[in-house]
């Protein structure tokens, strides 16, 4: 793992050292206050052996727009995608090969500075840790969307990937899997008119032949996965839209069977097809279209990730081979 502290106002030399547990205050802010942030991204191997990773340096400023909004010290870009592909590069053996596997790579700062103050801490720790993960089949994907609990409201760390953003999400999940649904669409915190996002997720709703998703806003995580479909969109001539969604006109397009496909985008799944979603009590499905955009998206970009397919955007950055 990757680690680094934050002391006497300037961060220090990092390391790499093997995995394991670590010491921390009781008192640590982090467990009291919530100040922290993560990124996640993946390390994936091509036929030749050759260990690639996707569009790092978006994690790196997403990192630090994240860190910005939870008062934590911003970590150097530069440094941060360095020790990234050393650490990458010395665990290249976890990274398994085959169209599917990768390695899961979380990095993640936190206040470590001990103190039961309620401010900003003066100290912080950022470190990177890694896990192989397999190809998996995430089954039949159900939504509930959400009518009463938030996510993220105006003005709040929705943006960024805040611990406290997922901790605050469990409870309505669980009890949206208790009716049936695997996950939640988060609506406006306002008016629970429009809808934002997945757990950790973006969303895509094919209308017609338009792909549309709603824009990115101070509620609403600013994906990787979701830029990256966009642009493969427009660039295998799919005519996309960013615009807000209204629930209303959800279920309205699925009234008339305009609405032909759900899919969410993400790191972990990369795209995730929904096939039926639940409003106020009522259940609508959404099965796979024929000619899914979600399947054809999907292997576009898993081709660009592994070293399968040209790459024309210039995504992908080489670690080792
Ligand atoms: C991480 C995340 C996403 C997906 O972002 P990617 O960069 O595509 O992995 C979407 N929504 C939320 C809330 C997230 O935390």
Request: glycine share 8%; charged share 20%.
């Amino acid at each position: 793992m990757f680690q680094c502290d934050f002391r006497n106002g300037a961060w220090e030399t990092p390391s790499i050292v093997p995995y394991g547990t670590m010491n921390l205050s009781p008192a640590a802010s982090v467990l009291h206050y919530g100040q922290a942030v993560f990124e996640g991204m993946k390390a994936f191997k091509d036929d030749n052996g050759s260990v690639w990773l996707f569009r790092p340096e978006q994690n790196a400023a997403r990192l630090a727009a994240s860190a910005e909004r939870l008062a934590i010290p911003p970590f150097p870009e530069n440094v941060f995608l360095e020790g990234l592909k050393k650490l990458v590069a010395l665990d290249s053996d976890w990274v398994k090969p085959g169209t599917g596997n990768s390695l899961y790579i979380r990095p993640f700062v936190f206040a470590s500075a001990a103190g039961v103050q309620a401010s900003a801490a003066k100290e912080y720790r950022f470190m990177i840790i890694c896990a192989p993960v397999s190809s998996y089949y995430g089954g039949e994907v159900r939504v509930k969307i959400a009518d009463h609990y938030s996510r993220a409201p105006q003005g709040g760390t929705g943006y960024a990937k805040a611990a406290g953003n997922y901790g605050g999400q469990f409870y309505p999940t669980q009890l949206a899997n208790k009716e049936g649904y695997q996950q939640i669409i988060w609506t406006d915190a306002a008016t629970h008119q429009y809808i934002e996002e997945a757990g950790t997720m973006n969303l895509f709703f094919r209308i017609g032949d338009t792909l549309i998703t709603a824009p990115t806003s101070d509620s609403i995580l600013d994906g990787v996965t979701r830029k990256s479909i966009l642009d493969l969109a427009k660039h295998m001539g799919i005519k996309t839209e960013v615009r807000p969604i209204e629930v209303a006109e959800l279920l309205a397009a699925q009234k008339s069977r305009a609405l032909r496909e759900i899919f969410g985008s993400g790191t972990a799944v990369v795209v995730q097809p929904i096939i039926g979603f639940g409003y106020k009590g009522e259940n609508f499905e959404t099965p796979l279209a024929q000619d899914s955009y979600a399947l054809k998206l999907k292997e576009a970009l898993m081709n660009i990730q592994y070293n399968k397919a040209a790459d024309p955007f210039g995504w992908r950055v080489k670690v080792c081979d």
